[in-house]
């Protein structure tokens, strides 16, 4: 059987999933070649994502619909940011902020905010070392700061403790949270600000999702260690099922 009709057989035989577990795929051909090793299978299987008939959705997680990855580049207005406090922390800085949220919703806002992250022992050092920056910085602000002070505000920068398990990459010099990482941290912050500037949670998990790769064991991972699991796993639920 050729590669193009067995990813057609495939197709067929999980026509109503999005995505196919490894343990169903390796069921799957086990039942078509009987007589093939679990080794044998594996490199069909690989043969099938190297002639992009069958793509990675995840770690044991298989689609036919193919999403590019999202590119987490930062503009030079948040490098310099970068650039500029590096020297603060000894620790890893991370950074992100709302024009990635725009990019996946393809839509500007006249606000922006850049948030950087850094572990908890290092926030109170790095937050003095900014004072003197012309853009007002708060750390870890609670609601009435948000509120009060922040939200009038058009630029502003954010400090919050970088949580240990956190999903980043290294764009060059620079270390980003993925795309996994963003929308948990979105998540996180929508009730009490990214609602009011507009941005709704539910359209950046859906276009997140309809456009990107989304890793879902990734998302879910770091969803659990920011204690929100149940909730971003019902709502992803949600988004299929539409």
């Known amino acids: 059987?050729?590669?193009?009709?067995?990813?057609?057989?495939?197709?067929?035989?999980?026509?109503?999933?999005?995505?196919?577990?490894?343990?169903?795929?390796?069921?799957?051909?086990?039942?078509?070649f009987?007589?093939?090793?679990?080794?044998?299978?594996?490199?069909k299987i690989n043969q099938l994502k190297t002639e992009n008939l069958i793509y990675q959705a995840g770690r044991g997680l298989y689609t036919f619909d193919f999403k590019?990855?999202?590119?987490?580049?930062?503009?030079?207005?948040?490098?310099?940011?970068?650039?500029?406090?590096?020297?603060?922390?000894?620790?890893?800085?991370?950074?992100?902020?709302?024009?990635?949220?725009?990019l996946i919703v393809e839509r500007e806002n006249e606000k922006r905010t850049t948030f950087l992250?850094?572990?908890?022992?290092?926030?109170?050092?790095l937050f003095e070392q900014m004072q003197s920056m012309s853009k007002p910085v708060f750390l870890e602000p609670n609601n009435e700061t948000i509120q009060r002070y922040i939200l009038p505000q058009n630029d502003v920068i954010l400090l919050y403790p970088l949580i240990s398990e956190t999903p980043t990459q290294h764009n060059g010099d620079y270390a980003v949270l993925t795309l996994e990482g963003i929308l948990v941290n979105a998540w996180l912050l929508s009730e009490n600000y990214l609602k009011s500037l507009n941005y709704s949670i539910e359209e950046i998990f859906e276009s997140a999702f309809k456009k990107y790769n989304v890793n879902k064991n990734k998302l879910l991972r770091y969803a659990a260690r920011r204690d929100q699991r149940k909730e971003i796993e019902e709502h992803i639920q949600n988004i299929n099922n539409d």
């Open 34 to 43: 009987p007589d093939l090793s679990t080794n044998t299978i594996s490199w």
């Open 117 to 125: 992250l850094v572990q908890k022992d290092g926030l109170n050092e």
């Open 68 to 102: 590019p990855d999202f590119n987490s580049e930062i503009t030079l207005k948040t490098k310099r940011l970068y650039n500029k406090t590096k020297s603060f922390v000894s620790s890893e800085l991370v950074v992100w902020d709302t024009e990635m949220l725009d």
């Open 1 to 32: 059987m050729k590669n193009t009709e067995l990813a057609l057989a495939i197709k067929g035989q999980f026509s109503i999933q999005t995505t196919i577990t490894s343990k169903e795929l390796v069921l799957f051909l086990s039942s078509l």
